[in-house]
């Protein structure tokens, strides 16, 4: 090897010995190589654990919840169990003819559900259960409890209601009398006189049972009359229709339908938050005649827009607008009469219309038909009091100077003796009384409204019998009014009379086990009651207590719940359940899919003068019917036009109802929507 390469090989290792050093040795960059992958793991191993917590906690979180959802569900099975049994406790009672136990037990029933601190509204359960129980206690205790408490009026069938079983012949003389008649009848409702309304003229005018109906029902509107007509004229409804609670109610604030649940002068249906009308345990406002009048107004107006004709309007409100809806889309009739001659109406509501038609007539010409000595009952009036206190009725009467009665009439939607500690209220009293009622109310404290009492002395009473009449105690009134025990009391002086909770008469009937030796003097005594009132609350003949025996379970108070009376109903379609917004936009669309169809139809039928005969026969088959279901069915109206030109008409009008349809059949129902169609 040279000397010159050897010096060059030295040097070219020299160069390269720093960059070896610096490099290090491959197992040495092999290592530091890996140390970063080994120092990542801790973090890879923490990611693990916090997921693998959080998992855990949410498997924790979802199991506490299902634990809970049981719980309230365990919970409301138990309360809806409670309920039942009270309220089947109370049906026993009922059919047992104890009619104040079971009144008793249907209030601690509503009362056990309201009491329990859980959400009736928020649970569907719940919510379903108490809206059931109300349905129930309206159908069934109704008169168990204008029997038992004395203050709510009798009730009698309407009108319409006497005349379901009769028949009406037709009397082209009497039609034609009638029609030049109508004439001279003034009225801002379209009146129409043919052989179906002069068959219910002569019913309410020639039939004793019919006319004496009618008569009472005219007598009662008077208390309501100018009322009414004002609600009807400010939503722009006839003023006249206001004769439909003839038909309805007979101007009974307080009927309840016993087979449907619908209630009410208007006979609006049992559905919570329908119509803008509040319902609860405490009370109804269907029975209050001032704001169902105005819900009845505005629904009249809302099936009027919907329509564009009152017969029809009318013939919704007691069939459904659905119904109504799909009896005009399967006809191609807009039209009340044309759907009455064709079989397209049930019977009730063929009677509906035309029934009331008779009625305004007659109410508007009081000579001709027998009326001219009806006397209008005088009209309702009273002062409004909004409260948000429990208040009883009978402190109400005290401090107003009025009966317990009054005041109870003029509270018809209240269902108990007292109004709710949570809920506002609008409390009635005889007008001219806010005043006096305000002065006298604000020396009560408000939490002992609903037990407290208040009395104006009269001649000869004193300080001790007071005490006793009202089962007080002398030494408490003494105190409450800032006087001697002994002190002298004068006419006219007011009293506040506290009252113990025990013995005023609260929303759970109070019940005491007989003890060997007890009589009625003695559990009287005890309770601070009267003996009468234990005979009456336990329907007892004597002051005995033995036949009881010792153990069994004596009523020592008696909640006093006030609630309308049911009338029963024989062969009459339910009420109009006023459907659902969904069922009546159902209806509505399948008639705006169909009106077009049916109207080149109608076109092409008027062209050819043969098919619209061909139409009519296969749209009106004549049925079997028996008589009490004819009225009169081959009878035309006076008033005739020809079928074309009816038809055509018609047409218009069905897709003119498809298209209001549509657009108001949102507010049918403006509070929320209620179940479809029970019938």
């Known amino acids: 090897m040279r000397v010159d390469e050897l010096v060059r090989r030295c040097f070219l290792l020299g160069a390269c010995a720093p960059l070896v050093l610096l490099a290090g040795c491959p197992q040495e960059t092999a290592a530091s190589a890996k140390t970063p992958v080994n120092a990542t793991a801790p973090t890879v191993n923490a990611s693990a654990d916090a997921a693998t917590q959080a998992a855990t906690q949410a498997a924790a979180q979802t199991k506490a919840q299902a634990a809970d959802a049981a719980a309230n569900a365990a919970k409301a099975q138990q309360l809806i169990k409670q309920a039942e049994e009270i309220y089947a406790r109370g049906v ?46 309206n159908a069934l205790e109704m008169d168990a409890l204008k029997q038992g408490n004395g203050l709510s009026p009798a009730v009698e069938a309407a009108p319409l209601d006497t005349a379901e079983e009769v028949t009406f012949p037709a009397n082209p003389e009497l039609t034609a009398k009638l029609s030049a008649e109508l004439k001279t009848t003034k009225s801002d409702f379209p009146l129409v006189v043919n052989d179906y309304v002069a068959g219910f003229i002569s019913y309410f005018t020639n039939s004793r049972e019919g006319h004496a109906h009618l008569l009472r029902s005219l007598e009662r509107a008077g208390k309501y009359k100018d009322m009414i007509q004002k609600d009807l004229s400010d939503a722009g409804v006839p003023q006249d229709l206001i004769y439909l609670a003839v038909a309805e109610s007979g101007f009974q604030p307080q009927v309840v339908n016993a087979q449907s649940g619908a209630g009410g002068m208007w006979q609006f249906m049992p559905f919570q938050g329908a119509y803008g009308l509040e319902r609860n345990g405490w009370f109804d406002e269907r029975f209050d005649p001032e704001k169902s009048s105005k819900a009845y107004a505005r629904y009249m107006k809302t099936l009027y827009n919907q329509f564009g004709d009152w017969y029809l309007a009318m013939a919704a409100y007691n069939w459904g607008p659905g119904n109504v809806q799909r009896a005009v889309m399967r006809t191609g009739y807009a039209d009340f009469w044309e759907l009455y001659k064709r079989n397209a109406l049930p019977t009730a509501t063929k009677n509906y219309v035309p029934g009331i038609i008779a009625a305004i007539i007659m109410a508007k010409n009081p000579q001709q038909y027998g009326l001219d000595k009806l ?32 005041i109870v009439a003029l509270n018809p939607s209240l269902l108990r003796m007292r109004t709710p500690a949570d809920i506002p209220f609008d409390l009635h009293v005889p007008a001219g009384t806010k005043e006096v009622y305000d002065d006298r109310i604000k020396n009560i404290p408000e939490e002992k409204r609903a037990t407290w009492r208040f009395h104006t002395v009269k001649p000869g009473e ?52 007989i003890r060997r030796g007890d009589t009625l003097v003695t559990v009287a005594d005890r309770f601070n009651v009267s003996v009468e009132d234990l005979r009456h609350w336990n329907h007892l003949t004597s002051s005995s207590t033995s036949a009881m025996g010792v153990g069994r379970k004596l009523r020592v108070s008696e909640p006093v719940r006030l609630a309308p009376a049911a009338r029963g109903r024989k062969t009459r379609v339910p009420r109009p359940l006023r459907e659902s917004a969904m069922d009546a936009a159902k209806s509505a669309a399948e008639m705006g899919r169909n009106a077009s169809n049916h109207a080149g139809a109608s076109e092409g039928e008027s062209a050819s003068g043969t098919a619209s005969s ?66």
């Open 92 to 137: 026993e009672n009922y059919r047992a003819q104890h009619l104040d136990a079971a009144r008793q037990d249907f209030d601690l029933a509503v009362d056990t559900m309201l009491s329990s601190g859980m959400d009736l509204k928020g649970d569907p359960q719940l919510a379903e259960e108490f809206d059931r129980l109300l349905n129930q206690v």
């Open 375 to 406: 006397v209008p009952m005088d009209p309702v009036v009273f002062d409004t009091i909004h409260v948000e206190y429990a208040i009883d009725m009978r402190l109400v009467a005290d401090v107003t100077d009025a009966r317990l009665e009054e």
């Open 462 to 513: 004193t300080l001790s019998g007071i005490a006793a009449g009202l089962h007080a105690s002398q030494a408490e009134i003494a105190e409450t009014n800032g006087i001697g025990t002994t002190a002298s009391v004068n006419p006219g002086d007011e009293l506040v009379i506290p009252i113990a909770t025990s013995v005023a008469s609260g929303s759970r009937p109070q019940l005491y086990s």
């Open 614 to 679: 061909r139409r009519s026969k296969a749209a009106a088959p004549h049925s079997k019917t028996s008589a009490k279901q004819s009225r009169a069915h081959h009878a035309t109206p006076t008033a005739k036009k020809s079928s074309n030109t009816t038809r055509a008409s018609s047409m218009k009008r069905v897709l003119a109802i498809a298209s209001a349809s549509m657009q108001t059949v949102a507010r049918i129902l403006p509070q929320r929507v209620v179940r479809s169609r029970l019938y």
